[in-house]
């Protein structure tokens, strides 16, 4: 459930980077004042980690298809929400980079989406308190996982939706879309949550300690000053985008020939058969361009 | 198997390429990934029924391309492996806005069709930008970059160690599903169960951070401070400020100027 660059708009991109941004640079910061740089290498090894265990695809019982674990919720069970976060927004960096997996623009609201939800809300406000402090491995912490792996897929897959929506540029009705991605989500939900839980357990019983939480988490105003600045951002794009109209409603009215129903006739042919006969002139023009430069690169070469 | 193989020969590619010398891979990260970013901006910002003004932006990857020694062929085949989830969403524009809004002759074409169409050549803009920037700049560029941009050093670095590990940690996953595989007599295959791969999650992870701990202990040996420095001077050159001048102010035309609509109404009325 990766976003991509296609279906959003700068102003969402811009607002999801701004809000990311701010949770790494929160985060950096918190590792770097409560351990020792010790975590640096640690939580990049660790990050590693993530992308070896989403190799790892196993049979989903009851459907036949097969699937691969996130790894937020477990990096955060084990390491703390800041370690965990830093952990998955790098791993999405690279996805982001070398697979090409959602694109640069999204990459603030994947860091979002498949990121903060599990490290920053189903961590710290469902699986702790239901555990508590206690490192047991019984029904409690299995009941937990699942009930934060659940939920942070949940608000990871209305993220998508509403990421969607803002942008404008799918046309899928709101209800449509959410009542596609929500139950797909809760059974991957409960898969990840199970897969999560007994990771957990069995790290546990190899005698593995996790790094307590540091205490007197600033939520509150991590929270606020997220909201603030990814609102200022998105606010800032959009108020931009709408300045902004003139050559964009001058370049609509040449591609579709004037908006509202097209009439047959002479003048509404050219008008409408022009920007296709221009558009595969440019691309021909542009491939042809391309070839014959990289002819000379090699020939230089 | 399955995707391990994929992922190494995906970023073994890339990395092999982004070591070439080409007057692309010259240029300063720092110019490469800004003008990417404006070059995604530029293209997302383009209201949704737009398809013949995008196509004069495919001119930025196709020349990146070519002069960085980028065969066309890897960057089209990233394309179509990443495209099913922008294809999914995508396809139900035309479901949904069927009020026609271009006749080509007698043949009514949808808005719906229209926007999936600008979806598919968005998103084939943007993911072999990103490609193209990867293979031209290598991870390490891009990182550097990042930090001289004013990404926490930490996050730098942090990406540095994920990269180095990710190929040992790959083959480590996959010499633990082959063991796997050889002692389930056929159980079970082609994949795990949820049991199974639990535990199998489980003794990677301690594995890792076993690996992480001596990984940790050989750089404090080395005098790992945690930052990362390194003899490279990176400055910008006349030619960089150069590129990115030309580049940003041509995707600034070419975001307000049609040139497809014009030389087709160029070539259209001529006809007549």
């Known amino acids: 459930m990766h976003m991509a660059d296609a279906l959003i708009s700068p102003a969402v991109g811009g607002a999801f980077w701004a809000a990311s941004l701010s949770a790494i640079a929160y985060s950096s910061r918190k590792l770097k004042r409560e351990t020792d740089e010790k975590l640096v290498p640690l939580t990049g090894v660790l990050a590693a980690f993530v992308f070896a265990a989403q190799m790892i695809n196993f049979t989903i019982p009851g459907t036949g298809s097969s699937g691969h674990i996130g790894g937020g919720l477990l990096l955060a069970i084990l390491l703390g929400p800041h370690a965990a976060f830093i952990a998955m927004a790098s791993v999405l960096v690279v996805q982001a980079l070398f697979f090409a997996d959602g694109g640069l623009l999204a990459l603030g609201c994947n860091i979002w989406n498949l990121g903060f939800y599990s490290c920053f809300v189903a961590y710290p406000l469902i699986y702790r308190p239901i555990t508590g402090n206690a490192a047991g491995n019984g029904r409690k912490h299995v009941f937990a996982a699942v009930v934060s792996a659940i939920a942070a897929l949940q608000l990871g897959a209305f993220s998508v939706v509403l990421q969607t929506m803002f942008s404008g540029v799918s046309e899928l009705p709101f209800k449509v879309f959410f009542s596609f991605m929500q139950p797909v989500h809760l059974a991957i939900g409960i898969v990840e949550g199970a897969v999560t839980a007994g990771a957990v357990a069995y790290i546990r019983k190899a005698g593995w300690h996790e790094n307590s939480l540091p205490a007197g988490l600033a939520y509150k105003r991590l929270a606020w000053g997220i909201i603030a600045v990814a609102l200022f951002t998105g606010g800032a794009l959009s108020w931009f985008a709408s300045t902004l109209p003139d050559g964009l409603e001058w370049s609509i009215e040449r591609t579709t020939g004037g908006s509202g129903p097209a009439a047959s006739g002479a003048g509404e042919l050219a008008a409408s058969t022009a920007p296709i006969v221009g558009g595969a002139i440019v691309l021909g023009a542009i491939l042809a361009a391309g070839f014959l430069v990289s002819m000379l690169m090699k020939k230089n070469a | ?272």
């Open chain 2, 1 to 272: 198997m399955l995707k391990a193989g994929h992922l190494n020969f995906d970023i073994t590619a890339l990395d092999r390429l982004s070591c070439a010398e080409s007057p692309a891979h010259r240029l300063d990260a720092r110019v490469k990934l800004l003008t990417a970013v404006a070059f995604i901006v530029c293209v997302v910002s383009f209201p949704k029924h737009e398809v013949s003004g995008l196509m004069q932006f495919f001119l930025y990857p196709v020349m990146m391309a070519a002069v960085g020694g980028i065969p066309f062929g890897l960057v089209a085949r990233k394309v179509i492996v990443v495209s099913p989830f922008a294809l999914m969403v995508g396809a139900f524009n035309p479901f949904f806005d069927t009020a026609p809004a271009v006749s080509i002759g007698s043949v009514a074409i949808s808005g719906g069709w229209l926007s999936f169409a600008s979806i598919m050549i968005r998103f084939a803009l943007t993911v072999s930008t990103a490609v193209i920037l990867i293979s031209t700049t290598s991870f390490h560029g891009v990182c550097r970059a990042l930090e001289q941009l004013g990404a926490p050093a930490a996050f730098a670095t942090q990406l540095l160690v994920l990269y180095r590990y990710l190929f040992v940690l790959g083959d480590e996953s996959r010499r633990m599903l082959r063991a796997f595989e050889a002692r389930s007599f056929g159980e079970g295959a082609p994949t795990p169960g949820m049991k199974t791969v639990s535990h199998l999650i489980g003794a990677l992870f301690l594995r890792t951070v076993s690996r992480a701990g001596r990984i940790h202990a050989a750089m404090t040996a080395r005098g790992f401070d945690g930052e990362m420095r390194t003899m490279r001077q990176d400055r910008i050159r006349l030619s960089d400020a150069l590129f990115a001048a030309l580049a940003i102010s041509a995707f600034v035309v070419m975001r307000t100027m049609n040139i497809a609509a014009i030389a087709g109404s160029l070539v259209t009325e001529g006809a007549r």
